[in-house]
């Protein structure tokens, strides 16, 4: 929908900020120890339209806040509907629940308890109450309460803290990121995930047993879903595509949840059950400092430890996010975003759920520094929504407002200091609306500030450029510092569920993560989630600044060539989660590999290895698996070998290539006992389909072990192959019925043995 805005200029305020904002601004800073602020330059909506908004001048008086409750425990939208049923009844309450977009059953409001202790004695607590306990997690217990006994509850105490739930969003078909990734390569050669059971963790899977048997596959577990799956919510079956056309033969479990007490659950559950591959493309509104700790983050930490190899979504939100120090020019006690601007705009369309929050830089748990956030309708000036919860020393620097817009309007924020010692830095993030003034650094949501090794946080470039990031993906760094997201994967993918080209977000660029971590499991069965996520990294095309930046993380998804013949890996690695595996790029390979030269990304071996093919272990190493193993022997985990061979990341061919009939390495040759190499000349692919078959044929007297294919120009943009095998004799591979979106070069590898 295209939105717009009147643009409003007051002539006064450019005046004063003419002539008072060096000065002012100078001042500003200098109290508040930090350098200069944002860009306040004004933003675009999704559709392009400059908001281009000027507020009242800065020594324009307030309209003034209203006399709000504010509870120790309680958090400010449930004291303010208790207050309401207090001074107004049960149906004044109601209002203002719906009025929050908090859930509502009758006159019972969902909510969560924050234990001081443990959780059974919030629950027995309720439960002597009369009060309906749903369910229960670690800590936190979720329940619904009548609005009329939310004060009665909060004063329990066993509570520590009494809250809505931690608001969760969806980061706003075969996919065509299936080719680009690399996965069409590995799944023609056998790797498709076979296996591996994947979990996807959502908000919602409506019209899935649709898709069962042609989108999705046959059968899929629903056992631990925390709520009804089709619900209403498209987003987690368009996930579900994907994760099915990456790895298609992965058994799929899928769990439907709202909040932080469900999402805990369902994990704990898809952990019972043997999953390996967790997905959740869901990101939720603050609730810790954005250091990789709170609630969240600790569920997806739990999961790691457990064996599971994570992957979510970065979130939307790099236009939808401001960061800045404390700034009252004049002394009002509201917040300047420039000398002239108290307010900070957003646009929202009748019926759409605008939820901000606010932290700022307190100790989370014992913030001294109380401010609160306000929310205005710009037609009529009217304050329409306010989070003004107590900080006293013992609470977290927090602000949530969520409303339901009534109607189509520009709304804006203030913040206003209540009581404060000293100026603070600042974050708001917006869920589903881009704001006026912003910063896209530091724009992660939760859990996109995950720390663990074993953890992939994932941003979005579309499929058909994939070199340029998506100017909503959300960008690092954290608050404590740390490089995120991780790595991109492709977006603006089609499938059923979002039609021809549709799933646009960082929601898709994870469920590619997924699917492909689904098909390094199934290679490489022993892989820790570290071990998954080093491999990923190792293979990855670098984008943005060389190395890993806050904008693209380590680069795109790129699954690179696939695994050469090998046995059940054993992994060289401790169990740990915590070990760290690194993949090397190694030199220009010749023809003929020698145990002392790995192909690319081909972590390297140690004399020492054992006899038995059981490597010997060391923090830093990877598992070379090889069919026949000696003390110095090693396979080529990347057999492409040509003479002047470039490295994975760059598969720009050169014209030193390898001549079309490629030299066999010899029988026997040192490293290999008795395998070779085989690789054919580049060819080239015009775009639109190619039939026929190509061929790579085996040194007379050896058969084809396994085989396949890497594309290098445009890394299989928009492809199809419709098959690739051996050949009838068994002494060649074949691959036939290639299409490709974008004009392509094609190179056929195999690996020989002896045979009879």
């Known amino acids: 929908m295209l939105r717009t805005a009147p643009l409003r200029v007051v002539v006064s ?15 500003g800073n200098a109290a508040s120890g930090s350098g200069p602020l944002w860009d306040t330059s004004p933003a675009s909506t999704a559709s392009g339209v400059q908001l281009a908004k000027a507020s009242r001048p800065a020594g324009t008086p307030a309209p003034p806040p209203p006399d709000e409750p504010k509870h120790p425990k309680l958090e400010s939208r449930l004291a303010k509907a208790a207050d309401a049923h207090r001074k107004g009844g049960a149906a004044r309450a109601r209002d203002v629940v719906r009025q929050s977009g908090l859930e509502l059953q ?4 969902t909510v969560i308890a924050e234990a001081v202790d443990n959780a059974d004695a919030v629950a027995g607590a309720a439960r002597g109450r009369g009060l309906s306990v749903a369910r229960t997690y670690r800590n936190l217990v979720q329940l619904t309460v009548p609005i009329a006994d939310l004060e009665a509850l909060a004063n329990q105490p066993s509570v520590r803290r009494l809250r809505p739930p931690i ?33 996807i963790v959502d908000r919602g899977f409506q019209g899935y047993t649709s898709l069962l048997g042609t989108e999705l596959p046959a059968s899929v577990d629903t056992s631990c879903t925390q709520r009804p799956m089709e619900n209403g919510i498209l987003h987690g079956k368009g996930i579900a595509e994907i994760v099915h056309d990456v790895a298609p033969g992965a058994q799929l479990y ?25 997905n959740q493309s ?9 250091d990789g700790t709170g609630v969240i983050d600790g569920i997806i930490d739990n999961a790691v430890a457990a064996g599971v190899f994570w992957a979510n979504s970065a979130g939307n939100t790099a236009q939808r996010h401001w960061r800045g120090t404390w700034a009252d020019v004049n002394g009002n006690n509201w917040h300047d975003w420039t000398p002239v601007d108290e307010e900070d705009h957003l646009y929202a369309d009748a019926g759409d759920q605008i939820v901000v929050g606010l932290r700022w830089d307190d100790p989370w748990g014992a913030s001294c520094n109380d401010y609160d956030l306000y929310l205005y309708r710009w037609s009529n000036n009217a304050l329409v929504a306010s989070s003004t919860n107590l900080q006293s020393c013992s609470q977290n620097p927090l602000e949530t407002i969520s409303y339901v817009a009534p109607v189509t309007d520009d709304y804006y924020l203030r913040i206003r200091r209540v009581n404060a010692t000293r100026a603070p830095v600042l974050e708001l993030i917006s869920i589903y609306h881009d704001l006026n003034f912003r910063s896209t650094s530091r724009s992660l949501p939760q859990p996109s500030d995950n720390a663990s090794d074993g953890a992939m946080i994932v941003g979005a470039v579309s499929w058909s450029n994939l070199t340029t990031l998506e100017d909503f993906s959300a960008q690092g760094p954290t608050t404590d510092g740390r490089t995120k997201p991780d790595i991109v994967g492709p977006d603006r993918t089609s499938g059923v569920t979002y039609g021809p080209g549709g799933f646009t977000g960082t929601s898709a660029g994870s469920a590619h993560v997924a699917g492909a971590a689904a098909l390094v499991k199934q290679a490489y069965p022993s892989y820790t989630p570290a071990q998954i996520r080093a491999f990923l990294e190792g293979r990855a095309v670098d984008l943005g600044a060389a190395g890993k930046d806050n904008q693209y993380g380590i680069g795109r998804l790129n699954l690179g060539a696939v695994p050469g013949p090998q046995v059940t890996p054993t992994s060289t690695q401790s169990a740990s989660s915590t070990a760290t595996p690194t993949f090397t790029p190694s030199p220009a390979i010749t023809s003929t590999p020698t145990a002392t030269q790995p192909p690319v990304n081909t972590p390297t071996s140690t004399a020492t290895q054992a006899a038995t093919g059981t490597p010997t272990a060391t923090p830093s ?11 110095t022997q090693l396979l080529a985990d990347t057999p492409t070998p040509t003479a002047t061979q470039l490295p994975a990341n760059t598969p720009t061919p050169t014209s030193t290539q390898a001549p079309s009939t490629p030299t066999p390495t010899a029988t026997g040759a040192p490293g290999l006992n008795g395998y070779e190499l085989r690789s054919s000349d580049v060819i080239s ?24 294919y890497e594309f290098l120009a445009n890394a299989g943009v928009g492809v199809r192959i419709s098959w690739s095998r051996p050949s009838d004799a068994g002494d060649a591979w074949m691959v036939g019925w290639i299409r490709v979106q974008d004009p392509d070069q094609i ?3 195999a690996v020989c043995a002896n045979g009879s």
């Open 13 to 27: 305020a450019l005046l004063l900020l003419a002539l008072l904002a060096p000065v002012a601004w100078t001042a």
């Open 106 to 109: 009758g006159d019972r409001v």
């Open 167 to 199: 608001f969760s969003f969806e980061s706003e078909i075969t996919s065509e990121g299936v080719g680009p990734i690399g996965a069409s390569t590995w799944q023609t050669s056998g790797f498709d995930g076979t296996g591996v059971k994947v979990g």
């Open 254 to 278: 899928l769990a439907a949840m709202s909040t932080e007490v469900e999402f805990g659950n369902a994990v704990d559950c898809l952990v019972s059950k043997g999953v390996k591959v967790i």
């Open 282 to 290: 869901v990101g939720w509104i603050y609730e810790a400092p954005g």
């Open 621 to 631: 190493q990877l598992p070379v698996y090889t069919p026949t193993p000696t003390a």
């Open 685 to 708: 692919i015009s775009s639109g389909s190619t039939n026929g078959s190509y061929a790579l044929a085996c040194s007379p007297g050896k058969k084809v072990l396994a085989g396949g």
């Open 747 to 749: 190179k056929i590898w």
